[in-house]
């Protein structure tokens, strides 16, 4: 719909969360200040574990109901279970027959039944605000954005780390964990119309001490994330498509995967930090978001 003449189209804002765990709940409290404020968020973009947060957003649901809902969600327990199947594969992939679509390390039973308690058989194209997650494509490295079908399957999808949990199917495409091709996927809410992007992004915490394969996998996982997150954001930066403002909280206490105890603690984190970006989302919210017309 035009506006009237002399009326400013309003700019559709994205919020975008990255990966980073359990830090991916400072995203409940940048939600809330750009909602105290009057800011209608048009989209929720996520990964990683930023796909739950994005997932509970979109659904609807207010800070308190999803920190609640989002610690239930992200526990140790979701982990604990072997997979010995897949720890055998690992010593006798001929005998046992190794196969890609089912290897993962971690019984994902648990967090299975979590998702389907937490999202039942809800769909991305029902929820009141759109959602987008990202998962990346096992056969080629590609991201693969997930817009429409069950949130289960695309949140499952973009969660499956690496030798924690296997990939997961959706269609024709075998998918893994979102942080893959993109730890903070600003470019998706760029190609959805997004005019302002506020985008939460977290750096994975490198290992104190390397003495066991499964923390050495973790270091090469944050090295690898990490270099990946610095240039897609300076890329995107220099691109310039939208207006793209970074909210990256800062942790004076060191958080880990499943501190899901210091929730409250990583929600005032992102209040801090959106509040303190609000006055150039306000200049930015003024603007018309036409361009301007040239003499």
Known sequence: MTPPDGAKARKRIALVIGSGSVKCAAAIGIQ??????????????????????????????????????????????VANRRNTRALLQTVAPRWLRFDKATFGLRDDRVIQQRLKTAFGDMRIEDLPTPLHIAATDLANGEQVVLSSGRVVDAVRASIALPFAFSPWRI??????????????????????????????????????????????????????SNNLFKSNYAFHSLAHHSEIIPIIPRFEERVRLFDTDKIPYIIEAGERAAEEQLP????????????????
């Open 32 to 77: 809330s200040v750009l909602k105290r404020e009057g800011f209608e968020l048009d989209m929720v973009v996520g990964c990683s574990a930023g796909a739950i947060y994005a997932a509970v957003m979109a659904a609807g649901h207010d800070a308190a109901v999803a920190a609640e809902m989002t610690k239930r969600l992200w526990t140790k327990e």
């Open 171 to 224: 269609g024709d495409k075998l998918l893994i964990d979102g942080f893959l091709s993109d730890p903070m996927p600003i470019g998706v809410a760029i190609r959805q119309g997004a005019n302002v992007i506020v985008a939460a992004g977290f750096e994975s915490p490198y290992q104190t001490s390397i003495h066991s394969a499964g923390r050495f996998a973790f270091q090469l996982s944050a090295i690898m």
């Open 280 to 295: 150039y989302l306000r200049a930015l919210m003024q603007q018309s978001s036409e361009p301007a017309a040239h003499a």
